[in-house]
Nanobody
Framework: QVKLVESGGGSVATGGSLRLSCVIS????????LGWFRQVPGKGRAGVAR????????YYADSVKGRFTIGLDNDSDNLHLQMGSLKPEDTAMYFC???????????????????WGQGTQVTVSS
């Protein structure tokens, strides 16, 4: 059974940094695509960044490009999101997710991810 558990959320002032972690257990053939999403009340989940455990480049949403970095440790059971230059609009519940590739590639699309963590709250004050 695949399980994802996030940690590292919290409150920070504008311009600050946070590092989110996601421990992944029970990985199967359909968990090679790994990503971070975020959600604010009243809206759907928005993709933040994604990475593949089989290699290749990362992908970032335009809103976080240059400020956030996604990473995966060597044994692929710990996914990270290093967040810098944080802005109030980054305030959200952040979720890590895992899923299979589509057509051989990973896409930062919510429906492509089958497994989700419970979320960790990030609050950026102005």
């Amino acid at each position: 059974q695949v399980k994802l558990v996030e940690s590292g959320g919290g409150s920070v002032a504008t311009g600050g940094s946070l590092r989110l972690s996601c421990v992944i257990s029970g990985q199967t053939y359909d968990t090679s695509c790994l990503g971070w999403f975020r959600q604010v009340p009243g809206k759907g989940r928005a993709g933040v960044a994604r990475i593949s455990s089989t290699g290749g480049s990362e992908y970032y949403a335009d809103s976080v490009k240059g400020r956030f970095t996604i990473g995966l440790d060597n044994d692929s059971d710990n996914l990270h999101l290093q967040m810098g230059s944080l802005k109030p609009e980054d305030t959200a519940m952040y979720f890590c997710a895992a899923g299979p590739p589509s057509g051989g590639s990973c896409y930062l699309i919510e429906n492509n991810f089958r497994y989700w963590g419970q979320g960790t709250q990030v609050t950026v004050s102005s």
